[in-house]
């Protein structure tokens, strides 16, 4: 399989063009069966044939980006992924643009450089980034960093689904039946509930059956768990 790398044509313009086509084509390809895919932004065509030919014999899908606002408008397909993120970019430097990505919208990031400042390395790794690797990238340093992202961004997708998981079931509950799953996750007895909410245990109860039926929940300590994790308590 080849990275998605497009040989450059004698200006910039042509290739973002050719790049974004190969993108969209790519990505319409897989939607059925996503593939992890390394986004690389660099204004600069050694980085970009330095990176592509790195991940080219270990079949990880590369995608070309010669400026932030390229990466920005071209859609992603939804697969874990990772940015590898040129520290030299043209009009803004690589931690002005991981200052503005929002975190939890964009992969995990790898900085490249061609020099290697303390400083700057400092910066990136306590704003997130998973590495900061000086050129010429060593393939090995670089596989490596790039399947530490895709886990890393592999796990924040799955917590996500979860999540989502979690709160689309909650919808289902009536703001009364939210109630009595709060108070009894909270360990208050069908009684005790009933004090608090001046209804009968009888009704309480019939309340809890309709909770564990509609979140497909079989005990107390399952609508515990499942109020901890959605964050009803």
Excluded: W
Excluded at 195 to 205: D, F, N, Y
């Amino acid at each position: 399989m080849q990275a998605a790398y497009v040989e450059p044509a004698i200006s910039p313009t042509p290739y973002l063009n050719q790049i974004i086509v190969r993108t969209t084509t790519v990505a319409s390809t897989h939607r059925s069966l996503p593939e992890p895919t390394v986004y690389l932004v660099s204004a600069n065509e050694q980085v970009h044939r330095e990176v592509t030919e790195s991940m080219e014999d270990l079949e990880i899908r590369v995608v070309s980006f010669f400026s932030e606002v390229e990466y920005l408008s071209t859609p992603r397909h939804d697969a874990a992924g990772c940015l590898v993120l040129d520290m030299e970019l043209c009009g803004a430097s690589g931690l002005e643009v991981q200052r503005r990505l929002l975190p939890g919208l964009h992969p995990p990031i790898i900085f490249v450089s061609s020099s290697c400042n303390i400083r700057s390395t400092v910066s990136a790794m306590k704003s997130g980034a998973i590495d900061f690797l000086t050129r010429p990238v060593d393939p090995q340093a670089l596989a490596g960093s790039i399947r530490m992202a895709f886990q890393q961004d592999y796990r924040r997708r799955q917590k996500k689904i979860e999540q989502e998981s979690l709160h689309q079931r909650l919808s289902l509950l009536t703001p009364r039946e939210r109630e009595v799953l709060r108070l009894v996750a909270q360990g208050h007895s069908s009684q005790g509930v009933a004090a608090i909410l001046e209804v009968s245990p009888r009704t309480v109860e019939t309340h809890r059956q309709h909770i564990m039926r509609k979140l497909g929940i079989h005990s107390v300590a399952g609508l515990t768990r499942f109020a901890m994790e959605s964050g009803n308590l």
